[in-house]
């Protein structure tokens, strides 16, 4: 929790409420490699049994502000999925 919270933290102005999301194809995976690097891939997770447990909101002005952000998702036990939200209206 306190990685989540300092994340929460030092982005702030970023970070929004709720909102549906675009279907799966439309997602860019983040994953954490064992050498402290970062794989980032077009589409889900290739595993799913794996659930989410909670989302982040995150305003940014395009795929490559919100990836800048969401690396830095504390995300010990899994990755992170990146999508667009469906405006309603």
Known sequence: MAAHEDFIARHAGALRGGNRLHTSDT???IRHTPDGGVAI???TFTETKE???GY???DASDLDEALRIAVQVPA???GVEVRPVQ???
């Open 51 to 53: 659930v989410i447990g």
């Open 27 to 29: 997602a860019t995976s």
């Open 87 to 89: 405006k309603t209206g």
């Open 76 to 78: 010990p036990f899994g």
């Open 56 to 58: 982040y909101l995150i």
């Open 41 to 43: 891939s077009d589409g």
